[in-house]
T-cell receptor
């Protein structure tokens, strides 16, 4: 079946540090891949997405590349800010289904000044 | 631009009481609509989805139900709440192909006591 595995958190970084949150997936066919971010007490916001192999999604300094050979979609940012503190979810939708988003467990990021 | 509303924002209900959560989308027509639940320590789980008025599909059997009385309105209900129904309920919408991006509402925090 389809699944998403994220690195366990929490991840604690100092401001301006480099961020990597690992995400790997299992899916039939060619899924679309997403990163969502959830700030405390809020809903999910789309951070970036990629719909085919080797695509790079980017937004607000965050990047992730769709790697089919390693079935990965790792999230990176070169210099994190305190305002990036949130929970990050990797997710996929698989072709042929109803658009059901399958989420990883989420990774909490805490950035300290 | 499209917006999605959910209400109430927070709700505290006793066990055995009924439930009605509402989600409305503005600025688009014939959206796909989704209800997800985020329970503590269990990630995000799709509960229901709808591709049109009166069309509801359930992903997880439980004591919840959903209805879509209008094109841009999606309602989550229960006749008798259980303690295990506590969680953060998120509504989402998309248009076009099922694998297209889903956009989430602000969520409803439900506590069943």
């Amino acid at each position: 079946g389809n699944s998403v595995t994220q690195m366990e958190g929490p991840v604690t970084l100092s401001e301006e540090a480099f961020l990597t949150i690992n995400c790997t997936y299992t899916a039939t066919g060619y899924p679309s891949l997403f990163w969502y971010v959830q700030y405390p007490g809020e809903g999910l916001q789309l951070l970036l997405k990629a719909t085919k192999a080797d695509d790079k999604g980017s937004n607000k300094g965050f990047e992730a590349t769709y790697r089919k050979e390693t079935t990965s979609f790792h999230l990176e940012k070169g210099s994190v800010q305190v305002s990036d503190s949130a929970v990050y979810f990797c997710a996929l939708t698989a072709p042929g289904n109803t658009g059901k988003l399958i989420f990883g467990q989420g990774t909490t990021l805490q950035v300290k000044p | 631009s499209q917006t999605i509303h959910q209400w109430p924002a927070t709700l505290v209900q006793p066990v055995g009481s009924p439930l009605s959560l509402e989600c409305t989308v503005e600025g688009t027509s014939n959206p796909n609509l989704y209800w997800y639940r985020q329970a503590a320590g269990r990630g995000l789980q799709l509960l229901f989805y709808s591709v049109g008025i009166g069309q509801i599909s359930s992903e997880v059997p439980q004591n919840l139900s959903a209805s879509r009385p209008q094109d841009r309105q999606f309602i989550l209900s229960s006749k008798k709440l259980l303690l295990s129904d506590s969680g953060f309920y998120l509504c989402a919408w998309s248009v076009g192909q099922p694998t297209d991006t889903q956009y989430f509402g602000p969520g409803t925090r439900l506590t069943v006591l």
